[in-house]
C-alpha cells in the first residue's frame, strides 16, 4: 500500500480538492456534504488506492446526475431530493461511511495482527488462523463493492422510479399503488435502475482489476487484492446489490417510521413536510431513511463477500 508516499498523498489533496469544487459550485453536495465528501474520499484513497476511491466518485457521480435528471418533475410529485438535488454529509456517510467502514476494519486487521511468513508475504492472524492479507483484502473488496452496488441501486431505483409512467407498487402487497417516492414503493423502471446500478459498479471494478493491465502497463491497477476474475466481480456485485437494494424497500414498507403531512397528505419518511411537522403514522420512530441506507448496504455487503469466498471455495473465484 502506498497511503504514506508524499506523491501520492499530495495527487490525492489536489485531485479531491478539484473534484469538492466542481462537485460544489455543481449543486451536487451543500458545505457540510463537500466536507464529508473530501474527507471520506481521502481517507479511501490514501488507505487503499486511486482505484478504490475512484468506484465511490463514479458513485456519487453517476447518483448525482440521476437526482438532477428532470428534477422539476420529481418535484411536482413532492419526492425531489431537497436542497436542489445537494447532499448533506448525512447522505454522504449513510452511503459512504459503510463502505470506508470495511476498508478500515481490512487495513487495522493487517496493520495489528499483520505479520510476514517465511515467503516474504503477509498473513493476517485470527487465532491460531492465518490468512494472507491480499485474500482479506479481496474479501474486503467484495463487501466494499457490496456497500457501493447497492448505495448506486437504492438511489437509481428512486431517482428514475419517480420517473415511472405508472404509480409504483408496494413491495410487501404488489397489488397496492402508493404515490411515487413511498418507501417501499417498486415499479418496472425502479427495477431496471436498480440492475443498471449494480452493473455499473461490478463492471467498473472488473474493468479496474483485470489480469489485462499486466499485459499492458507490467503492473496490475490493484496490486493489494488477489486476482479475481472479472465476472466472478460482476455476478457477486450485481446479486449482492440487488439483495441489498430489496431489503432496503422491504424495510421501507414495514418498520422504517413513516409519517404524514398534514398541509398535502402526502406520506414520507420525513418528520417535516411542507414546513411544518408531520404526523405520525407507522413504522419505528427512531429508524429513518439513513438508517435503512446503512442496514442494507451493509446486507449487501455481508452477500457480495459470503458469494465471492462461496465461489472462491469451490473453486470459481
Known amino acids: 500500500m502506498t497511503m504514506l508516499d508524499p506523491f501520492n498523498i499530495l495527487v490525492a489533496l489536489i485531485v479531491m480538492g478539484v473534484l469538492a469544487v466542481i462537485a460544489y459550485r455543481g449543486h451536487i453536495v451543500t458545505k457540510s456534504g463537500l466536507v464529508a465528501a473530501y474527507i471520506l ?11 478504490w476511491f475512484l ?9 448525482a446526475q440521476f437526482t ?28 459512504g461511511g459503510l463502505p470506508l467502514a470495511i476498508i478500515i476494519i481490512g487495513v ?59 404509480p409504483p407498487r408496494l413491495i410487501t ?50 496490486p493489494e487484492i488477489i486476482g479475481m476474475a472479472p465476472v466472478t466481480i460482476i455476478i457477486v456485485t450485481v446479486i449482492g446489490g440487488i439483495v441489498g437494494c430489496t431489503v432496503d424497500s422491504v424495510l421501507g414498507a414495514t ?5 404524514r403531512c398534514a398541509v398535502c397528505g402526502k406520506d414520507t419518511e420525513k418528520k417535516t413536510h411542507c414546513a411544518i411537522k408531520a404526523v405520525y403514522l407507522r413504522g419505528k420512530r427512531f429508524l429513518d431513511n439513513h438508517m435503512v441506507n446503512i442496514i442494507s448496504c451493509l446486507v449487501g455487503a455481508i452477500v457480495t463477500a459470503s458469494l465471492f469466498l462461496l465461489l472462491l471455495g469451490i473453486g470459481l473465484a
Open 68 to 95: 438532477h435528471y428532470k428534477y422539476a418533475t420529481k418535484r411536482k410529485h413532492g419526492a425531489a431530493q431537497e436542497k436542489g438535488g445537494a447532499r448533506d454529509w448525512s447522505h454522504v456517510l449513510a452511503n
Open 255 to 259: 418498520i422504517q417510521g413513516m409519517w
Open 41 to 51: 474520499g481521502l481517507v479511501v484513497w490514501l488507505l487503499t488506492s486511486w482505484t
Open 173 to 222: 402487497n404488489p397489488w397496492k399503488s402508493v404515490s411515487p417516492g413511498t418507501s417501499g414503493g417498486v415499479s418496472l423502471a425502479g427495477e431496471l435502475a436498480t440492475i443498471m446500478g449494480t452493473l455499473i459498479i461490478g463492471g467498473l471494478a472488473a474493468l479496474l482489476s483485470a489480469p489485462f493491465w499486466i499485459t499492458v502497463l507490467g503492473t496490475t491497477l490493484m
Open 108 to 166: 487495522l486487521s493487517i496493520v495489528l495482527f499483520g505479520q510476514v511468513n517465511a515467503y516474504g508475504r503477509i498473513e493476517v492472524g485470527f487465532g491460531n488462523m492465518m490468512i494472507p492479507a491480499s485474500l482479506l483484502m479481496s474479501v474486503c473488496f467484495a463487501g466494499f463493492l457490496g456497500a457501493v452496488a447497492t448505495a448506486t441501486a437504492d438511489t437509481l431505483a428512486t431517482e428514475i422510479g419517480l420517473l415511472n409512467p405508472a
Open 55 to 63: 468506484i465511490l466518485l463514479v458513485f456519487f457521480t453517476v447518483t
